[in-house]
């Protein structure tokens, strides 16, 4: 197959020269106490992003190794031409949407993501808090490779996806023209993504576009200045326990539970989920109740 650019290599110029300007932004036109940049947040973001990389390099093995026997089964096979490449970006988008969706809504997956949402800032370095445990991604996108997507290729569009939102991590950018905002995922959709409060919970899974959460009943418009964070937040900027705070909250749970229901229940319902007559949950982020997802 033809040579797919490292699309995120490319970027990281352009990241960091994103990130400088932000924050010079900030230093020279200071919204409020609640905007900018908190030093110890953004260091712990950055940690969590390098982590992240190396992390993800173990994990690529087995998930490689999946992904090409199930490649190498299959009989079909998308060629990588000019014009399947948006192709197969469309149909990434698509999966990441029930991807991301499945990671709010599957408690130990949440644990993998909910370090995404620790922190309380919005800024472009939170766009670098990415998880350790990433393993779980991978059977989502599953159905692309058994289609014939080249593993290569599917690398190419994940990359890209994650390239796009990471300028969508901003309260800098306002609203834009209302045909952007109704059809790609922008700064004000994301914004409502990372907040913690009522009707702003659980919604806005896209990643390019924001019209899969229009078809599908999760969309929330931005109507109030959010509030970024957990619902329960974890006041902690040690990146280890950011990574793991959820897991090891998830294993407190287990251990308590009454029942092997309940114990499945902690592991795979929801990160709000309580067992009837049951008090609070051990968890120390948890995430709103499943039944708050449109």
Not at 23 to 46: Q, W
Request: aromatic share 14%; charged share 15%.
């Amino acid at each position: 197959m033809p040579h797919l650019p490292d699309v995120v290599l490319w970027s990281i110029p352009a990241f960091v020269l994103l990130t400088v300007l932000e924050m010079v932004s900030y230093r020279l036109h200071p919204d409020d106490d609640a905007a900018g940049y908190e030093s110890k947040d953004a260091a712990t973001s950055l940690g969590m992003g390098l982590g992240s990389l190396a992390f993800d390099f173990f994990w690529k093995i087995p998930i490689l190794a999946i992904y090409t026997l199930v490649y190498e089964l299959t009989p079909a096979r998308v060629p990588v031409l000019w014009w399947t490449v948006p192709l197969m970006l469309l149909a990434q988008d698509f999966f990441y949407y029930f991807n991301h969706r499945g990671h709010h809504v599957v408690r130990i997956l949440w644990a993998c993501h909910v370090v995404h949402h620790s922190s309380r800032k919005f800024n472009l370095s939170t766009a670098l808090r990415q998880p350790w445990t990433s393993l779980t991604v991978w059977p989502f996108y599953l159905p692309l490779v058994a289609c014939g997507v080249h593993p290569a290729a599917l690398a190419f569009c994940s990359s890209a996806s994650l390239v796009y939102q990471f300028w969508i991590h901003t309260e800098r950018i306002d609203k834009l023209p209302r045909p952007f905002e109704y059809v790609l995922n922008t700064p004000s959709h994301h914004r409502v993504h990372h907040a913690s409060q009522g009707g702003y919970l659980d919604r806005n899974f896209g990643g390019i576009l924001i019209v899969w959460d229009r078809l599908f009943g999760s969309f929330a418009p931005e109507t109030e200045r959010p509030v970024f964070g957990l619902t329960k937040n974890i006041d902690t900027y040690n990146p280890l326990r950011v990574a793991t705070h959820e897991y090891a909250a998830i294993a407190r749970d287990v251990r308590a539970a009454a029942t092997w229901r309940e114990r499945a229940g902690r592991v795979f319902r929801g990160p709000g989920w309580q067992p009837a007559g049951r008090g609070t949950t051990a968890s120390e982020t948890p995430a709103p109740a499943p039944e708050k997802v449109a």
